[in-house]
T-cell receptor, first 116, second 109 residues
Framework: ETGVTQTPRHLVMGMTNKKSLKCEQH?????MYWYKQSAKKPLELMFV???????ENNSVPSRFSPECPNSSHLFLHLHTLQPEDSALYLC???????????????FGAGSRLTVL | GQNIDQPTEMTATEGAIVQINCTYQ??????LFWYQQHAGEAPTFLSY????GLEEKGRFSSFLSRSKGYSYLLLKELQMKDSASYLC??????????FGAGTTVTVRA
């Protein structure tokens, strides 16, 4: 496989469930990102990892917990979510987080999350 | 905070030209990006401007004026497959991208 792969593509969960979103990149990139995309709203940056170290936590509630075990994999663990958390969650990667390496993000197709 | 404005929707006819404007007010500037996103798919990179002027890539061109905080994406010879959402984004530091809400372009036969 090439590019950025996200699973699952669709997820429906109750407010008391625990689930995880997975992202995998096969591009040899060193930086990975989680973005939230809600209808008619700008993409919101949630977390950034560079070389498996978290470099950005953009005031995201603790019910979202990221994990980056290596530079190719990124997870978003979900717990006790609210209906307003329903959105498309996009993973992206880039060569780095500074200079020209940060220029272009390669996105996955997203995980569509519905919280009931 | 960051403020990036672009029109919500535009409609054009196949074969025509459409120009999507983007204005921005950000705390810093380190480049402006345009991404294309088809429904249900990943956003894909279209263009990058860091200096003033026009960058042309086939049927797509992107223009930047840093002094005016303004950019546009020009789509020429529109095709049905160009129906998508177009996202304007500004890089205001090393890696942080601030996005506009996107412009949905509908191409009609």
């Amino acid at each position: 496989e090439t590019g950025v792969t996200q699973t699952p593509r669709h997820l429906v969960m109750g407010m008391t469930n625990k689930k995880s979103l997975k992202c995998e990149q096969h591009l040899g990139h060193n930086a990975m990102y989680w973005y939230k995309q809600s209808a008619k709203k700008p993409l919101e940056l949630m977390f950034v990892y560079s070389l498996e170290e978290r470099v950005e936590n953009n005031s995201v509630p603790s019910r979202f917990s990221p994990e980056c075990p290596n530079s190719s994999h990124l997870f978003l663990h979900l717990h006790t979510l609210q209906p307003e958390d329903s959105a498309l969650y996009l993973c992206a990667s880039s060569q780095g987080t500074s200079g020209s390496g940060a220029n272009v993000l390669t996105f996955g197709a997203g995980s569509r999350l519905t919280v009931l | 905070g960051q403020n990036i404005d672009q029109p919500t929707e535009m409609t054009a006819t196949e074969g025509a030209i459409v120009q999507i404007n983007c204005t921005y007010q950000t705390s810093g500037f380190n480049g402006l990006f345009w991404y294309q996103q088809h429904a249900g798919e990943a956003p894909t990179f279209l263009s990058y401007n860091v200096l003033d002027g026009l960058e042309e890539k086939g049927r797509f061109s992107s223009f930047l004026s840093r002094s005016k905080g303004y950019s546009y994406l020009l789509l020429k010879e529109l095709q049905m497959k160009d129906s998508a959402s177009y996202l304007c984004a500004v890089r205001d530091g090393d890696y942080k991208l601030s996005f506009g809400a996107g412009t949905t372009v509908t191409v009609r036969a």
